[in-house]
Structures are given as C-alpha cells and as structure tokens.
C-alpha cells in the first residue's frame, strides 16, 4: 500500500510564495510518476504538474510553479511562485505506477489560500 502524506499549505498574500511537500510511504518505488493536482470550490479537480520520465506543467502555473523529487527520500515537492487568487484550492498529491496509465495513489490534500 502507498501513503502519500502533504503538508505546507497556508495562507498568502497574491504574489507571495508556498512551498509544499509530499512525503511518500509504503511500496513505492522512484520510477513512479508523482503529480500535484488542485480542487476550488465548485470546480472539479485539475492537473497542475507532473515528474516522471518527463515533467509536465499545466499551462496556468507554468513560469510560476516547479514540481522537484528527492527520489532517495521518496519526496515531491511543489514551489509555488507569483501566487494568485485563483490559486485557491485543496492541493493534491498523487502516484502512479510506470504501467499505468492514471494516477492510482492520492493524498488527502492540504489547503491553499492566497488573499488579494
């Protein structure tokens, strides 16, 4: 079984600066893709980006947020830059296996707010 533990969300100003992590616990392995997901209230749940064999970034946060691995610490990280309103939203991690082709492995979320 895979755990996926987030932490690092808060409250900040627009323009301000978050860093999250996700610690991965269990039967996981470093060649799984890690990814970072987000729900608003009332919106369904999005892609913001991914590292695996290669890196994907949806194409609102790119130039502002960086998704990183300590792939010996079994860590995601998600620098969050030039932060918005709209950026408001439960953050997710998520896993998946090489073979699979959807996210199987998710976290329980940690809130981000970002005030205007």
């Known amino acids: 079984q895979v755990q996926l533990i987030e932490s690092g969300g808060g409250l900040v100003q627009a323009g301000g600066s978050l860093s999250l992590s996700c610690a991965a616990l269990?039967?996981?392995?470093?060649?799984?893709?890690m990814g970072w997901f987000r729900q608003a209230p009332g919106k369904e749940r999005e892609f913001v980006a991914s590292s695996g064999v290669t890196t994907e970034y949806a194409d609102f946060v790119k130039g502002r947020f960086t998704i990183s691995r300590d792939r010996a610490k079994y860590m995601t990280y998600l620098q969050m830059n030039s932060l918005k309103p709209e950026d408001t939203a439960v953050y997710y991690c998520a896993a998946r296996r090489p073979s699979s082709g959807v996210f199987e492995f998710w976290g329980q979320g940690t809130q981000v707010t970002v005030s205007s």
């Open positions: 269990g039967r996981i392995w470093s060649d799984y893709t």
